[in-house]
Structure formats: structure tokens, C-alpha cells
T-cell receptor, first 116, second 113 residues
Framework: DTEVTQTPKHLVMGMTNKKSLKCEQH?????MYWYKQKAKKPPELMFV???????INESVPSRFSPECPNSSLLNLHLHALQPEDSALYLC???????????????FGSGTQLSVL | GDSVTQMEGPVTLSEEAFLTINCTYT??????LFWYVQYPGEGLQLLLK?????DKGSNKGFEATYRKETTSFHLEKGSVQVSDSAVYFC????????????FGTGTRLLVSP
């Protein structure tokens, strides 16, 4: 299994809603990532978990709350989002824990989020 | 800070044409360099990478050479196919600390039969 699976594929939410994005991998990878990609733009890093510990937070607003319950799962909890948060949210994983800079990242297909 | 600059797209080619997508970078130290490809409706897939100067990455007929003197990592393919139509992202990552990919803006490639 060389896949990173993200659910749901599409999500529409209001600004007062609470929702969660889920990401799963069964490749035994020790680093997991959240990226945000606006339309026709490159992905931008949000968070990195290495060995289930939050290692990088790229100054992401607190309305985005990541969680890594175990080495295979990564969640992104969403609360009080703004319309400008509408984007494709990509999860990725890498084998060695995310250090050293030359690891291959495996990306999921993403969750397309629309905030109304 | 680190940055990647890619040529503007879209690049429109006929099948079997030669492809070049330019990529230059600015970074402190000696980063690793990558090309990722994104097909419509999908996530990104690693196409190739190079971790030090003069390394050549290659995969599926695509290749790119890490040129430190010109800070470039141009993507080339000798004969493109319709199935190569996608968005191509050049990216770098510092070789210290945690993996933080910095992507270029992406170049859309359209190949017609």
C-alpha cells in the first residue's frame, strides 16, 4: 500500500461550523504534513509532524488545529473558518521522520474545502 | 528566504515535441531539488530529485540536472505524450532541519495529439 488517503474529498462548511479533515497512511512513514493549495497556486506548508510530535507550525491561525493520534493518522480540525480559507488541503507523508531535506513526499489527493 | 522561480505557463506542445521547463532557485547552503507533477484532480507525485551539484535526476523520460553555478534545475523530456499534460512544480528543500518544501508557482503543460 503506497497511498495516502484523505477524507472527505469535498467539504462545504459555514463560518460557524466545526469540521475535521482526515489523513491516513499505512506505509510506516514517520513524518506527516499538511499543505494548503489555493487555486492555481503552489502548495504551502502548514504543519509537520515527526514521530507523532508537532515539529513545524508555519504560523498557521489557531482556527486550524492539527492532531496526530498515532503514526498512521493525521487530522486537521477546523473551526470558525473564513471564506479565504477555501482551498485544497493536501496531506503528505515521508519515510524517515522529515529531517535532512531530501525525502520523497507521498501526497494524498486532497480535500477541496469551501467556506461559505 | 529560499525561493523557486519557474517559467510562466501554459506550455503548449504537440505530441513528440521536445520539452523544457525552466526553474531557478535562491537558497542558502546547498538544498535538495525536486520536480513534482500534479495531474488534474490529484495530489502531487514526485517525478525526480537531485541532492547535490551536478546530480542528474531522471524518471519516465524526464530529466533535470542540478546546476549550482547557474542555480538552475531545468526539466527536459525528449518526446512528450498527451498523457504528460499536467502541472509541473519545481521545489527545493534545505538539507538541515525538518523537510520544508518550497514550491515554484507551477507550469501547466498541455500536449495535443
Amino acid at each position: 500500500d503506497t497511498e495516502v488517503t484523505q477524507t472527505p474529498k469535498h467539504l462545504v462548511m459555514g463560518m460557524t461550523n466545526k469540521k475535521s479533515l482526515k489523513c491516513e497512511q499505512h506505509m510506516g512513514h514517520r513524518a506527516m504534513y499538511w499543505y494548503k493549495q489555493k487555486a492555481k497556486k503552489p502548495p504551502e506548508l502548514m504543519f509537520v509532524y515527526s514521530y507523532e510530535k508537532l515539529s513545524i507550525n508555519e504560523s498557521v491561525p489557531s482556527r486550524f488545529s492539527p492532531e496526530c493520534p498515532n503514526s498512521s493518522l493525521l487530522n486537521l480540525h477546523l473551526h470558525a473558518l473564513q471564506p479565504e480559507d477555501s482551498a485544497l488541503y493536501l496531506c503528505a507523508s515521508s519515510q524517515e521522520g522529515g529531517r535532512g531535506g531530501n525525502e520523497k513526499l507521498f501526497f494524498g489527493s486532497g480535500t477541496q474545502l469551501s467556506v461559505l | 528566504g529560499d525561493s523557486v522561480t519557474q517559467m510562466e505557463g501554459p506550455v503548449t506542445l504537440s505530441e513528440e515535441a521536445f520539452l523544457t521547463i525552466n526553474c531557478t532557485y535562491t537558497a542558502t547552503g546547498y538544498p535538495s531539488l525536486f520536480w513534482y507533477v500534479q495531474y488534474p484532480g490529484e495530489g502531487l507525485q514526485l517525478l525526480l530529485k537531485a541532492t547535490k551539484a551536478d546530480d542528474k535526476g531522471s524518471n519516465k523520460g524526464f530529466e533535470a540536472t542540478y546546476r549550482k553555478e547557474t542555480t538552475s534545475f531545468h526539466l527536459e523530456k525528449g518526446s512528450v505524450q498527451v498523457s504528460d499534460s499536467a502541472v509541473y512544480f519545481c521545489a527545493l528543500s534545505s538539507n538541515t532541519g525538518f523537510q520544508k518544501l518550497v514550491f515554484g508557482t507551477g507550469t501547466r503543460l498541455l500536449v495535443s495529439p
